[in-house]
Nanobody, 128 residues
Framework: QVQLVESGGGLVQAGDSLRLSCAAS????????KGWFRQAPGKEREFVAS????????DYADSVKGRFTISRDNAENTVSLLMNSLKPEDTAVYSC?????????????????????WGQGTQVTVSS
């Protein structure tokens, strides 16, 4: 059974920082890309960031580039998202996702349809 569990969400003020973590189990963690997505009320789930299987390639949505940093620790089966300079518009449920291991799954994607495993999500609320 593949499980992804996010943690680290909470209520913060604009300008604050927050680190989200995702712990994986029952999964070939080191062999597939990981991604972070978010969904705000009334909006579709959107891409935030992705990281390749070995951490060598990262990708960020324009809205978070320069503020957010995705990283992974394959030894501990975790992927993190450091969020700096948070804005109210960052308020959303943040979910981590994993692709199926394999050649194509080694690299990240901006599409929610190309990830096979999802965590339950963690709420991030940024006040003005």
């Amino acid at each position: 059974q593949v499980q992804l569990v996010e943690s680290g969400g909470g209520l913060v003020q604009a300008g604050d920082s927050l680190r989200l973590s995702c712990a994986a189990s029952g999964h070939s963690f080191s062999r597939s890309a990981k991604g972070w997505f978010r969904q705000a009320p009334g909006k579709e789930r959107e891409f935030v960031a992705s990281i390749s299987w070995n951490g060598g390639i990262t990708d960020y949505a324009d809205s978070v580039k320069g503020r957010f940093t995705i990283s992974r620790d394959n030894a501990e089966n975790t992927v993190s998202l450091l969020m700096n300079s948070l804005k109210p518009e960052d308020t959303a449920v943040y979910s981590c996702a994993a692709r199926t291991s394999g050649w194509y799954g080694k690299f990240g994607s901006r599409s929610v349809h190309e990830y096979d495993y999802w965590g339950q999500g963690t709420q991030v609320t940024v006040s003005s």
